[in-house]
Structures are given as structure tokens and as C-alpha cells.
């Protein structure tokens, strides 16, 4: 079960649900790597996932076009589907200044701009310690009270055409329902929330210079965001009034697609980025060693934890730059000789956008080092896999450091279907890692919200015990810990970390 023992399996019986409760839940995952939508059989089979393209993540980004291809593809599944119970929504975190007509005011911002660094640096200075206090991260970049101070000194006026400030799933609940809301694990992010409080600080915003009355709502992220509207409905082929969750940011929500509904879970998230999250009920009494305090997607608790740089992301840029058209392929292609590709003196940092968790350093770029002419392709991609599992470690030790007891991590993602991928990761963090079989965790989280949130369950525990997947232990090997330990050593040596 979902509240059991990382690593213990779950009971395949699912709840037997009602017969007035069966149908199907749609699922929408906007990820940096594209949309994904899928159809959740009550009560535990996800399938038909369609993966699209999304046209509005080109530069500038374009939030319109996201949901126009949202819709397309909603479309596309929805006469496969028999009675659609509630659809579900996660995305990549972006920044959207929406106007009255419900269309973007300014230019959208994604989680890769970091254009508004001067700004977070002034924040910093201004508010000092009181604005990681209060909100439970450092200046950043990323935050929404940073890029709305550089809109509004590039665009001057863009405010007074704002009526909300919203993320890109808000945004594309809001297409769906016509209803301005947002998730604490959201707002958390926009720098403008109280993370304790679990509420907009009003004393930040107006330093930021952000009116209060632009600020959504803030609900559970199993909550009920509103119902699918006529207009919407037309667009999609959705009937008109189908619940819409409230939904979370895609490495959040991919927690809650594993089964992370109580205190004490320690989940890595591995795609674009790896997300690493600690569920604790207790938030710490202060931010310190670069760890971030979210609110979670649940009430009562908390997430400590953050986004990596680029891990998944660099190996699909690694795996382009050798000819394959992914990490997956070039894994397929170079199988055969991978277990013995040591990488020996070669060693790689995947921070080709910025390092986020724990040092948060935008400016930060990619480094190769030790390669020679001995090295080839499958000896790179295992020094770059080893670069991913040693970025995640930084945050762990981040998060130890910072007073957190790890006994164990669930992981999902790519690296949790390699055996080998698995247990290096073991061997690199020091503890038992629990892989869960789910290529499309962020996508099961969002379903799981939409079928709390429409009443097919009556918390998240009871969904995730019904439709998360069983967990399989990867125990770590005393040979194995001691070559990764003295490997990661010298890596942070080398990396002048």
C-alpha cells in the first residue's frame, strides 16, 4: 500500500468501487519534453497515452498554443473513452500574467528563463533573510516576484492589464473551467507565498510591487478547480461540466502519482530535471543549505527538497549529440557493451542550464573532464548517468545536512526501469531505492487528484492504494557503496564543488 514501508509491495486487489463510480479519468501532463494525455480506467489501469509535441514551448513561449494542442489532444482520446468521471492537469512550472480577456498579458516565462536574476539578486538585498523565512527558498530567478518586477520594468504598464498571475497547469485550468485557482506546491514557487502559513504574504507582495487582488485562490491539489465550460467543452469533446482538479507541478504531482500521501517519503522524480522531495508534517523553522520548504499538493504537509538542474535532459542532449534521437535509443543501441564501459578518469557534470538544488546557481554550465581517446560513446552516457545520480546526491546531502533523515527514496522515472541505473543509484546515495515501473508518474498523479477531487475516492490514501503501482527494493552493495562513495569524492574534487 501506498502507506506502507517503502519497497513493500503493494496488494494487487484494488477497492472494488461502485458501479455508479466506474469510467474514466483523463489525464494531462505538460512536461518540458512535450504533452502527454491519457485515459485511467477506474479503478487501476492507465493506457492509451497519446505523447504530442507542445507548439507554444518555442521561444518566446506561447501558453495559447499549449492549450490549443491540450484540447487537440484531449479530443483525439475522448471518443475512445465511455463516461468521463473528471479530468486531471500538471505542468512544468512557468509564469503567466493573464488579462481580462483571459489571455496572456506579457510574455510567458518558463522554468529555464532565468532573464529576471538581477531582480531576484535585488529582492534579495531589499528583504534580506525575511524572504526565505517567509517563503522557504532564497532569491530566485525562477520566483514570480522577480520576473513580475522585470515585466513591469520592460513592459511598463503590463499590470494594469493583469487580472491573474498564474502558472502554465493554472493557466490551463482556467481555459478549462473559466475558474483562477492554484496549488500551494505552485504558489510556493512564485515566491509570494508563505509556506508555513500556507497563504499569500501580503507584506512580500507589496515589496515586490505584486497587487494582491491578481493572486488566485489556493486549494488542495486534490481540490475541485470547476467544471468544464460550454466553451471549453467544445474545444475538447469533453461534456460540459466534467470536474477539473486543481492539480500540481509535474515533479510534485509525479510524488503523488507514487504514492507520497504521508509524512516521512523521501521521492526522486527523474525526467527533464530530477525533482527530489521530502513529505514531512513539520516545516522546518528555517531554509538552510539551499533546501527548498514547499507547501504539498496535500493538506498538512510539507515538501523539503527541490529541482535539480538538467539530469534526463542532458543525457536526451548527450544522446543527440552521438546521433540517436534519445537517451532511451542510445541506451537501446549501445546496450550490448554499456556494463563494460567504465568510465574510469571520466567524469561529467549535467548542468548544461544551471545547477537549482542546493546551490541554486543559474550561471553554472556542463563540464566533461578526464575524457581521452580511449573513451566512446557508451563510456560517456555511463560518466553522464553517474553525473545525474551524483547531482541528485548533492541534494540529499543537502537535505541531511539541513536536519532530514533519509532511510530510503522511491524512484520513478527512467533511471527506476534500468536495473543497472537503479542500483547505481542505490550505491551512489547509501540507501535502499524503491523503484516503481511508471514511465508516466506526473501523469498518474494528476488522474489521482481528478478522482479525489470528483468524489471517485474519499482521500488520497484510498486513490493511491487503489491506483499507484507496486514498489520493487533495489538494495545497496557494500563494494558498490564504497567505489560510488570514493567515485563521488573525486567527481566533487574535479567539479570544485
Known sequence: MAGAPPGEARSASAPSLAPSLRGVIIGVDVGSSGIRVGLFDLPDSLHQVIVRPDPGAGVPPDPE?????????????????????????????????????????????????????????????????????????????????????????????VLRRTRWLLGLKDFLVLQLTGQPCTDPSSASYTQLFDVRQ???????????????????????????????????AALTG???????????????????????????????????????????????????????????????????????????????WLAATLGHDSAVAAYQSLEHCLDAADPGDLMIRMTLSGRRLPTWNTQLRGRIDGISGEH??????????????????????????????????????????????????????????????????????????????SGCFADAQEAADAMTQPLRQCQPDPAGMAVAEQRYRRWRTVMAL
Open 238 to 316: 469533453l461534456d460540459p461540466g466534467v470536474p477539473v482538479a486543481v492539480g500540481g507541478p509535474d515533479g510534485t504531482t509525479g510524488a503523488l502519482g507514487v504514492g507520497a500521501v504521508r509524512a516521512g517519503l523521501t521521492v526522486d522524480i527523474a525526467g527533464t530535471t530530477d525533482v527530489l522531495l521530502h513529505i514531512t508534517d513539520r516545516p522546518a523553522d528555517r531554509v538552510s543549505h539551499g533546501v527548498v520548504l514547499n507547501g504539498y499538493l496535500l493538506n498538512g504537509l510539507w515538501a523539503r527538497g527541490g529541482p535539480t538542474g538538467l539530469t534526463g535532459g542532458g543525457l536526451d
Open 376 to 453: 566512446g560513446p557508451a563510456h560517456l552516457l555511463r560518466a553522464a548517468e553517474e553525473g545525474s545520480a551524483f547531482e541528485v546526491r548533492l541534494g540529499l546531502d543537502a537535505l541531511r545536512a539541513a536536519g532530514t533523515e533519509i532511510s530510503s527514496v522511491i524512484l520513478a522515472g527512467a533511471p527506476a526501469i534500468s536495473p543497472r541505473s537503479a542500483r547505481l543509484r542505490a550505491n551512489v546515495w547509501g540507501v535502499p531505492v524503491s523503484t516503481v515501473e511508471e514511465r508516466h508518474a506526473s501523469l498518474r498523479g494528476a488522474i489521482l487528484a481528478a478522482a479525489v477531487a
Open 65 to 157: 498554443q499549449t492549450w490549443l494542442a491540450v484540447a487537440s489532444a484531449i479530443r483525439e482520446v475522448v471518443p475512445r473513452a465511455q463516461r468521463v468521471r473528471a479530468v486531471g492537469l500538471t505542468a512544468h512550472l512557468a509564469t503567466i500574467l493573464v488579462g481580462l480577456d483571459g489571455r496572456p498579458a506579457a510574455r510567458a516565462m518558463l522554468w529555464p528563463d532565468t532573464s529576471a536574476w538581477r531582480e531576484a539578486r535585488e529582492l534579495g538585498a531589499e528583504l534580506g533573510q525575511e524572504l526565505a523565512s517567509i517563503t522557504g527558498r532564497q532569491p530566485s530567478a525562477e520566483a514570480a516576484a522577480a520576473r513580475v518586477r522585470l515585466l513591469a520594468r520592460t513592459q511598463p504598464g
Open 198 to 232: 500556507r497563504s499569500w504574504s501580503p507584506w512580500i507582495a507589496r515589496a515586490c510591487g505584486v497587487p494582491l487582488a491578481i493572486l488566485p485562490s489556493i486549494r488542495s491539489g486534490t481540490g475541485l478547480a470547476g467544471r468544464v465550460t460550454p466553451a471549453a
